[in-house]
């Protein structure tokens, strides 16, 4: 993955030697709480309901080991012992107090990390398919183009305070989208043309929030060395034409709307013709440059075959549940939930950090990746060590065999962290998880993702859920809405809004009716997101709502 060279060493230092003067202004008195909160926000700390939260960025969800050790040491040293994985593949710390904050930036910028753009308008932390570079069925390894992104983005001087914030997903797998390009701003798919040439397709105007929409083609086919030009000429059209006057009407989303996907993409190639590409391109030496850190690790050939049927039935569970196949014969990727009904969904221990980090040198060449779904991966695992890595995983309380079922639910904080939300989401996700804990259910149900968000902001992402919750307050008391058949893969969709919402006891019988109505009515190998497009709504919608 990507280093540091010394300019981006020596930046990074200098940052957080201005904000560890910034925070002793603040809090001696010079400055005021409206004087500093752009200053924090620039360095990803938020004020939320009970105390500070530092957001960490993670460039497309790639960590070393010794940075998830960090990580980790922030967790115990700075906090209350443990980390939140977000649904941008970040981590966040929930409770430091200001004065350790810069203490904090010193530490991560040790093993070169920060906490830049993890906020404000600008660009934010480019998303990416965490299977990326070990799945068999991407065209091609699209983290060097995520880094040229990164580079590109970071602290560029016209798009550092864009009419709101900004997000970027790529993926090399178009055919399975697992970083949900048509549901960001601008989305990016690895794709081949007609004549076999390796080029881009440039999704715009996608987004969830308060007004949801599945973004639309900007150009099916761009060529490899167009790609920073062409995204230059974007910015800069939304930059030149985005509002400013209404925050929720600044994003992308609602001016290519207005605009009409037709004039926007006239504008953006008017833009693009009048560029000097050489200006703003990398010539081929610098893209092999960052292509040589995303090499592909030293695979050996001689792994022997694995046999499962004598491994116990546990061991075998997860397998099936959380291991997928890798491009290269003998390796697998290995999933590790971070949903343990205990906890809140993305939750992880420092304790838990270092013994995933310790797992990445043992068996995945030091790598760990975090998911938009709030889980980690180890993508190159050999699959003679599987066995060993469960048993370690089972010491940790990190074996839970539950990815892409029913347990695998997103949240966001929600009210008991967030200062934007109107209602709890952790709770809810917990009561859910703990109604469909038996593991044979699960498997019985089969692929259901839940998503929930505490607010109309969406972070939880519950518009393309399979089944979504959006918790809302009226008159002092929160509700729970239900959107159902939402898809966040290459088949994007926003869930269809039920009816009226539910209290969390209500709600939690509610998920149950509809997940018994699917079993009763779904078709062999049908998903529950295959029988609800089937059926349609008004059937789940009466089964929902159907009286005990």
């Known amino acids: 993955m990507y280093r540091y060279d010394e300019f981006d060493q020596e930046f990074v230092e200098s940052r957080v030697a201005q904000f560890r003067d910034q925070v002793e202004r603040r809090l001696d008195g010079r400055l005021s709480e409206t004087e500093f909160r752009p200053l924090r926000l620039m360095n990803g700390l938020y004020l939320q309901l009970h105390a500070y939260m530092l957001r960490v960025a993670v460039p497309y969800g790639t960590l070393r080991s010794e940075q998830l050790r960090m990580l980790a040491h922030l967790a115990d040293t700075y906090d209350k012992g443990y980390g939140h994985v977000t649904t941008r593949q970040n981590m966040q710390y929930n409770w430091p107090k200001l004065g350790d904050v810069p203490h904090m930036l010193a530490d991560l ?65 178009p055919t399975h989208d697992r970083a949900m390009v048509r549901a960001h701003d601008i989305g990016i798919e690895i794709v081949r043309n007609a004549a076999g040439e390796t080029g881009y397709h440039i999704i715009v105007g996608g987004g969830l929030g308060r007004t949801p929409v599945i973004g639309q083609t900007l150009r099916a086919f761009l060529p490899k060395a167009d790609l920073l030009p062409y995204l230059e000429a974007t910015m800069r059209v939304y930059n030149r034409f985005g509002r400013r006057d209404n925050k929720y009407k600044a994003r992308i989303k609602i001016l290519v709307r207005e605009t009409g996907i037709e004039d926007f993409t006239r ?40 046999d499962l049927s004598a491994q116990p039935e546990g061991f075998r569970k997860w397998v099936d549940t959380n291991v997928v196949p890798h491009k290269q014969n003998g390796y697998a990727i290995v999933n590790i939930s971070l949903k343990d009904p ?15 980090a310790d797992l990445a040198d043992a068996h995945s060449f030091g790598e760990v990746r975090t998911t938009h779904q709030q889980n980690m991966v180890l993508a190159h695992v050999r699959q003679d060590h599987l066995r060993a890595l469960w048993d370690e995983l089972v010491k940790a309380g990190l074996e839970d065999a539950n ?12 009210m008991d962290f967030c200062a934007l939300a109107t209602a709890r989401s952790i709770p809810v996700a917990q009561a859910i998880a703990n109604r469909f804990d038996d593991h044979a259910r699960q498997q019985a149900i089969g692929e259901m993702q839940i998503k929930i968000s505490g607010c109309i902001n969406a972070c939880g992402h519950h518009h393309v859920g399979h089944v979504g919750i959006l918790g809302l307050e009226k008159a002092g008391v929160e509700f729970y809405q239900v959107t159902l058949g939402g898809d966040a893969t290459q088949t994007a969709t926003i869930g269809d809004k039920m009816g009226a919402g539910f209290s969390q006891e209500e709600l939690v019988d509610g998920i149950e009716r509809i997940v018994n109505f699917y079993l009763d009515q779904r078709e062999q190998g049908e998903r529950f997101l295959d029988t609800y497009r089937r059926i349609g709504t008004p059937a789940f919608k009466e089964a929902l709502y159907a009286k005990a």
Not at 123 to 141: K, L
Not at 404 to 413: F, M, S, T, Y
């Open 109 to 173: 910028a040790s093993v070169e990390m920060h906490a830049i753009q993890t906020s404000g308008n600008c660009i934010r932390n480019v998303t990416c398919d965490p299977y990326a570079g070990a799945a068999g069925d991407e065209i091609e390894d699209p983290r060097p183009m995520a880094e040229l992104i990164r580079q590109w983005s970071m602290l560029h001087p016209e798009f550092s305070f864009l009419p709101r914030k900004f997000k970027i997903a790529v993926t090399g797998a």
């Open 267 to 306: 504008l953006v190639e008017e833009e693009f013709a009048a560029l000097e590409p050489s200006d703003i391109a990398v010539g081929r030496e610098e893209l092999d440059r960052i292509a040589a850190y995303f090499a592909p690790p030293e695979y050996r050939n001689d792994i022997k075959a694995f």
């Open 342 to 356: 205990e906890r809140a969904p993305g939750d992880i221990t420092a304790e838990q950090m270092r013994a995933v």
């Open 403 to 414: 990815i892409n079922l029913i347990g695998d639910i997103i949240c966001c904080p929600g």
